[in-house]
């Protein structure tokens, strides 16, 4: 084995192997990847190799069709058989709200170019005949779902790493991992010691192993999983192949196996293996077969497919495979760890082991994944994914793998786990809760503690009365909303603004002043909304989306301050509530001496001040496009601060308000948020933020490719609609059409209480831009009329907010 290599990659699953392939692909040399066993000897020998494009996050389902489209290619260089077979597969639904579903899910396709056909039940059982057709209501048909080989493609992507250079060596396990002082990695293996520029963990069943090596605890967890094949059916004996198919209310998913079929269950009573240390000497191996286990799913499945209990089983399989807590892979480089990536809690290593190994290798090559990977960014994950959080989440994931998620529903699993000094006081107060990264947040406010549930749907909820009740507080007198779930920094240090100058597009605030920012990428697209709130010459505060605090952080450590400026992240040690209405000035003022006036303290103004007894730090701003102030406390002071602004606010009318009402009206101000309108595949011209781009400050990153953007205008724009809808309003993902073809899609939508409307916000190519008619948006599968509106419904001159 060499001494030195550019990347050694750990792990010869198809994931790792398609790592080394995608390197190899960019033109890199001198990789090494270092395998304990046999190449696929992990969880990848084992799986039923079937392959779908669906994916809830479009732009995962963008690389899994990536993926599917690459096998031909690989063949092709490698020489290598991957067994690829594609009859399409098919959905089925049992019930109308499934058939829903599988409705959202065409219309989310439609803009991502899938053709997916619906159909019903009859055609269902004609193009699928081992069903009982009186078990479902129709079905969703995709042409491009099939399976592979495993084993085949796993050394297709080896010998096209091998042909394009690589080194593979098997049978040497990486017992270590030591950072070297210049940045690089001595990996220290049973066959000796490699020193690695760069290295990746795509150690599969032992990414979490490989993880502590380095002093990381990654957020992964094995299932067991099982399925099973029958012997051969009389009935498919020269007949063309079987679809695949989703049986959801069996949570089976089948396919054909020779003569034979496979099926597979996601059961509820999934069962985690290893859940602390994953034994080394696990190596090509198999679980004991647990039939009683999936009993449940099977009773339905020789139900639904009567035919399969007509003959025996021929073969069981019960084998593990690693899951992340939201059940989508953990991508890319680790914060406070040079050169080191990773690649692992990939659950679907044949519809996602393209796409992974692409994205990971652009990253590494050209510092950017060239695509929006939010979704699978390890960064999304915090020091509160520790092991039982992951354990409990990734089992309710698994146990829920089939199951319809409503754009409503909050899930249970993990609960409470992070919360604000508040939280009994907004629970005793009705509050319905949602969770977000651990946090508990209040998303409305019910009459009583009986009532303080919500109903999960498609359609408006029992919560829909309430959030207009809360909404119309906010337009008429004033509300109160927490808004700790903010992320938090703090930077100090002579050279403060000189450093955030470069690293935010807008210009740093004076003293006493708040601006909003977009942070660029070297592309000049959007990583980042804050605002920068500066308390004195020296001391700034950025306040940003709180899912994206460790991203930032990583993205800070390669741009990061120079010596004497300190940045420190500060999310829980402040903690807010806010102030929105046109009483809110009043009531702050009979609680403090400083004068709120607006001629004293106007639009994004910030300052310390006393509230009663309680030192805050106040900025003038509004989310909800009413007069606003967010009040900001350390966490020992936030009961008292609650307690004063609920006695002072009796007067004035003051309603406690959740999320769901904030985010309904910001969209009726047309603002947009973090992961939603702003995400790394927009410029800050096209999603409406150019005017917070400074080009006269200097230089700044990403600010040529932003002026560019400019200058062209971009290729999208973001815009408002009001959708004549019914009951349903949109949620995001719907597609946008116009003249009869899509032509774009919604990032959120919301029914406004304040404008009576409902709407949504999406992104359309912005020569389209100018028109104002021929839209329709597709809700539930049935094209409503939309109207763009040229500008926001809710008072787009912000007099409300600025008066
Ligand atoms: C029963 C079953 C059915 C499945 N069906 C499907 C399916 O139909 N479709 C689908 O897409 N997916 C399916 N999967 C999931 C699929 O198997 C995984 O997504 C995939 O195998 C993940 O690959 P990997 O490369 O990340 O992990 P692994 O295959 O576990 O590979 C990791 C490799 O790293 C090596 N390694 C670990 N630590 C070290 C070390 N310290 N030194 C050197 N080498 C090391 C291991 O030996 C191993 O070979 C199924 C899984 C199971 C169990």
Same mark, same amino acid.
């Given at each position: 084995?060499?001494?030195? *290599? ?19 692909? *960019?033109?890199?040399?001198? &990789? ?54 594609? /009859? ?79 080194? $593979? ?18 990996? $220290? ?15 599969? &069943? ?75 000497? +696990? ?22 497919? /009567? ?12 084998? %593990? ?89 909050? &899930? ?20 319905? +809760? ?48 927490? $808004? ?33 920012? /977009? ?71 009979? &609680? ?87 995400? %790394?595949?927009?410029? /800050? ?6 005017? +917070? ?37 949109? *949620? ?17 939508? *919301? ?53």
């Amino acid at each position: 084995m060499k001494s030195d *290599a550019r990347v050694v990659v750990i792990g010869g699953g198809v994931v790792g192997t398609s790592v080394l392939y995608h390197l190899t692909k *960019a033109g890199w040399k001198d &990789l090494l990847l270092i395998e304990r066993g046999e190449l696929t000897c992990g969880s990848t020998w084992h799986a039923a190799g079937g392959m779908h494009t669906l994916n809830g996050d479009p732009n995962v389902a963008r690389l899994q069709q990536y993926t599917i489209n690459l096998y031909k290619e690989l063949e092709r260089i490698s020489g290598q058989s991957c067994g690829l077979h594609m /009859p399409g597969g098919i959905m089925l639904a049992g019930t109308r709200e499934r058939f829903d579903w599988l409705k959202m899910a065409q219309a989310r396709g439609r803009y991502l170019g899938m053709e997916l056909e619906l159909i019903s039940a009859e055609e269902a059982a004609r193009v699928f005949p081992i069903i009982d057709r009186k078990y479902f209501v129709g079905a969703l048909l995709d042409p491009i779902e099939g399976h592979i080989d495993p084993y085949g493609v796993t050394h297709a992507y080896a010998k096209a790493a091998q042909i394009g250079g690589a080194q $593979i060596v098997r049978h040497n396990r990486v017992v270590d991992l030591k950072a070297r002082a210049d940045g690089s990695w001595d990996v $220290i293996t049973e066959g000796g010691t490699v020193r690695a520029e760069q290295v990746v963990n795509a150690a599969g &069943l032992w990414a979490r192993e490989v993880g502590r090596m380095v002093g990381l605890e990654l957020p992964v967890l094995a299932m067991q999983h099982q399925y099973l094949i029958t012997e051969d059916l009389p009935s498919l004996k020269g007949q063309k192949e079987l679809l695949t198919a989703i049986d959801f209310e069996g949570e089976i998913y089948t396919r054909q196996e020779r003569g034979g079929v496979l099926l597979g269950t996601y059961e509820r009573a999934g069962v985690p293996w290893s859940p602390t240390e994953t034994p080394w000497d +696990f190596t090509q191996s198999l679980l004991p077969e647990d039939l009683e286990r999936i009993a449940p799913s099977l009773e339905v499945g020789f139900r639904h497919f /009567p035919t399969l209990a007509e003959v025996g089983i021929r073969k069981v399989v019960n084998g %593990p495979f690693t899951f992340a807590p939201d059940g989508n892979p953990l991508v890319g480089p680790i914060r406070g760890l040079r050169n080191f990536w990773v690649a692992c809690g990939v659950m679907a290593g044949f519809s996602q082991g393209g796409g992974v190994g692409l994205t990971l290798s652009q990253w590494m090559v050209e510092g950017d994944p060239g695509a929006d990977v939010w979704a699978m960014d390890v960064a999304r994950y915090g020091d509160w994914a520790t092991l039982a959080y992951t354990n409990a989440k990734v089992r309710e994931n698994y146990s829920r793998r089939f199951c319809i998620r409503f754009p409503n529903e909050e &899930l249970p699993a993990a609960r409470p786990l992070r919360t604000t000094p508040v939280y009994e006081r907004l629970q005793a107060a009705h509050a319905v +809760f949602g969770e977000y990264c651990g946090l508990e947040h209040p998303l409305w406010f019910a009459h009583s503690a009986k009532e303080a549930h919500e109903d999960i749907t498609f359609h408006r909820s029992n919560a829909h009365p309430h959030v207009a009740a809360e909404c119309r507080a906010v337009h008429e007198a004033v509300g109160l909303l927490e $808004i700790s779930n903010y992320g938090k920094f703090e930077v100090t240090g002579a050279g403060a603004e000189e450093w955030l100058a470069r690293v935010m597009a807008n210009r740093v605030p004076k003293v006493g002043r708040i601006a909003l920012t /977009p942070m660029l990428n070297e592309r000049g697209k959007l990583i980042g909304d804050f605002t920068m709130s500066r308390l004195t010459e020296q001391r700034i505060f950025l306040i940003c989306t709180w899912a994206a605090e460790v991203y930032y952080r990583r993205w800070f450590e390669r741009h990061p301050p120079p010596t004497g400026v300190t940045l420190r992240p500060c999310a829980m040690e402040y903690v807010g509530l806010s102030l929105a209405g046109p009483r809110a000035r009043a009531l702050l003022q009979g &609680l403090t001496r400083t004068d709120l006036s607006s001629a004293a303290f106007p639009f994004l103004s910030f300052r310390g001040m006393d509230i009663g007894m309680i030192p805050a730090l106040v900025g003038r701003i509004s989310f909800t496009g009413e007069l606003g102030y967010e009040i900001w406390v350390t966490s020992e002071y936030q009961r008292a601060l609650y307690d004063l602004l609920i006695a002072e606010g009796r007067a004035h009318g003051l309603r406690l308000v959740g999320g769901r009402a904030l985010n309904t009206m910001r969209i009726e101000k047309s603002f947009g948020t973090w992961a939603r309108e702003y995400r %790394p595949i927009y410029g /800050p011209h096209e999603a409406g933020l150019g005017r +917070f781009v400074d080009f006269d400050k200097g230089d700044f990153i990403g600010r040529a490719a932003a002026l560019e953007e400019q200058q062209s205008g971009g290729a999208l724009r973001l815009v408002t609609f009001t959708i004549d809808a019914r009951d349903a309003d949109a *949620a995001g993902d719907e597609p946008i059409w116009h003249d009869s073809r899509v032509v774009g899609w919604v990032t959120s939508g *919301a029914y406004g209480h304040r404008t009576q409307r409902s709407l949504a916000l999406g992104y359309i190519p912005a020569p389209l831009a100018a028109a104002t008619e021929g839209f329709e948006i597709e809700l539930l599968g049935e094209r409503r009329r939309a109207q763009r509106e040229s500008a926001a419904v809710l008072d787009p001159a912000g007099t409300r907010m600025r008066g």
